[in-house]
Structure formats: C-alpha cells, structure tokens
C-alpha cells in the first residue's frame, strides 16, 4: 500500500495503541487461506482503534502544519507545508485501508485512561497558546512539540506492530515509521537553525 507520511505529534497523540489479538480464524493447514484472511479479513476491535487513532493525528497534524504556515518564520512555514501535504496523503490511505477492512467510519479516537487525558488536555492548551504566537516564539514551541510528539509516535508504532495481525495494517504501520523519523530529524535541524532541514 502506497504510503506518504505521517508526521506525528505526538503531543496530538491521544491514547496509546492497545491493541488486542485479531480473532480472525485462520486455517493454519492452508497457507493461502491463512493470507488471504490477513489480507481481506476484518479488523479487530483494537486494529480498528489504532486506524482511528492514526486517522485522528493526521487531521490534528494538517491543522498544526497550516497553523504552522500562518505563525511560523520562512523555513517553518515550508515545514508547515510538507506536514500538510505528507497528512493530507497518509489519511487518504487510511481512509482506503479501513474500507478495504470492510469499516464504514472510523470510531472517534478518545482518551482511555487518566494519563490519555491528562495528556490531552496539556496539548490542548499547548495548541491554544501557540495560535497566540508567532515568529521565532512560536518556531520554538511548535518545533518542540514537533520533536517530542515525533517520538512518542514512533514508540506507538513500534508497540502496535508486537501486537497487530493483520498483514496490510502491519505493512502500513511499518511503512510509517521512516517518515516519523524524517519529520522528527526535520524539526530537530530547524531547531539548530537550519533552514535546510525540510525535505
């Protein structure tokens, strides 16, 4: 599956991937059967969550990355940008995988635990004092919540995959992660002021 990006905050991050065991059967006497299971079977409740969740991120981060373009200097402005463009792409295959799936609408991705929320409420009030900067102010804060929220996604990642079944969702997760990783490389060099760094 053709995927773009996805360039994380993970201070948009809501609840972390838990994921549960797919319960599709499959016939482990019939290789053929057991893939084609993995391939066109449905998601499990838990791999359907990890596509909201992802679904989610990409439409904070295309928010972050046009707020980006309004407040930011030059270079972040054009980071900005690629963040849209990179999110914009990866939802579209979001989207495409969770009909493949056989999912109508994606669930609404909430915090599960007091730690999910407690997190969320801070990058909220992160996001809200952002809108009220602008310039190097604001290239400070938002590059930092770039870096961090990069991170932490990248670790999400990795959990999900010990735990995903399904063979398209496996091979989308892992697509994901050199673009997580460029985005977060991306920041952390326009951090030190190089205006280079989007690419």
Known sequence: MRFHALAVC???????????DDKTPTDKTTDKTTDK?????????????????????????IDMGKLAQQKGTAAVKRYGEQLVKDHSANDKDVLALAKKKGVAKLPVDVPDTEADKAEHKQMMDDMAKLKTQKGADFDRDFLNMMVAGHEKEM???????TQVTDTDLKDFLTAMKPVL???ADSARELQKGNAQAVR
């Open 10 to 20: 993970a201070a948009l991050a809501l609840p972390a991937f838990a994921l549960a």
């Open 37 to 61: 299971t993995k391939t066109t079977g449905k998601l499990a409740d838990a791999e359907v969550k990890t596509l909201a969740h992802v679904h989610h991120v990409n439409q904070m981060e």
């Open 155 to 161: 670790t999400k990642a990795d959990t999900a995959l």
């Open 181 to 183: 990783q460029r985005h």
